[in-house]
């Protein structure tokens, strides 16, 4: 398990999959299985079964996890993506 350089609330550029292109802040990192969770990234339909008193049944979209080599971080400061270190001060 390598050490992460994105951490939650970083934007980020999907730079594959079937999101390729797109951009969005992370919303949560699965360091054991070396996955990101991004803002509007991989939504999948996820469906729930009615259960009376806690909740309705019906579909739910909700992002889904990518694996982490699949995204890059992009600097606040800069529109580009980057391939540089964070710095001990950030």
Known sequence: MAKTKIRRGDDVLVIAGKDKGRTGRVLGVITEKNRVVVEGV??????????????????????????????????????EPSSQFRSRDE
């Open 42 to 79: 991989n939504v999948v339909t996820k469906h729930y079964k009615p259960r009376p008193g806690i909740r309705q049944g019906g579909r739910v979209q909700q992002e889904a996890s990518i694996h982490i080599s699949n995204v890059k971080l992009i600097q606040s400061n800069y529109t």
